[in-house]
């Protein structure tokens, strides 16, 4: 996809959520790999993947920290032996 068929979405907009920050992201890793941008396109796409890995990033800090509220102090992580026991 070149640069006048790819949507121009500025570096500092944020996503409506995480799921569309992440689909962006994707996005934006196969383009960047394609190989097929032009230096100032591909700049303008790492901007924004590290405004969309911010993002993701600060979002799934709030949600371990709601966690952490509703289970105590410790965050405890996922164990696969909770499943084991099934």
């Known amino acids: 996809m070149n640069a006048s068929t790819r949507k121009q979405t500025p570096a500092d907009t944020q ?6 920050a992440t689909a962006e992201l994707e996005q934006l890793v196969q383009q ?16 924004r993947g590290a405004t969309l890995l911010r993002y993701c990033r600060e979002k799934l800090q709030a949600v371990e920290q709601q966690i952490q509220i509703l289970d ?7 164990a696969s032996d909770r499943q084991a026991g099934n």
Do not use: I, N, R, V
Request: charged share 25%; hydrophobic share 20%.
């Open 15 to 20: 996503p409506a959520s995480y799921e569309q």
């Open 72 to 78: 105590g102090t410790e965050l405890k992580p996922y």
């Open 32 to 47: 960047l790999e394609s190989g097929q941008m032009s230096l100032d396109d591909t700049l303008k796409s790492y901007q």
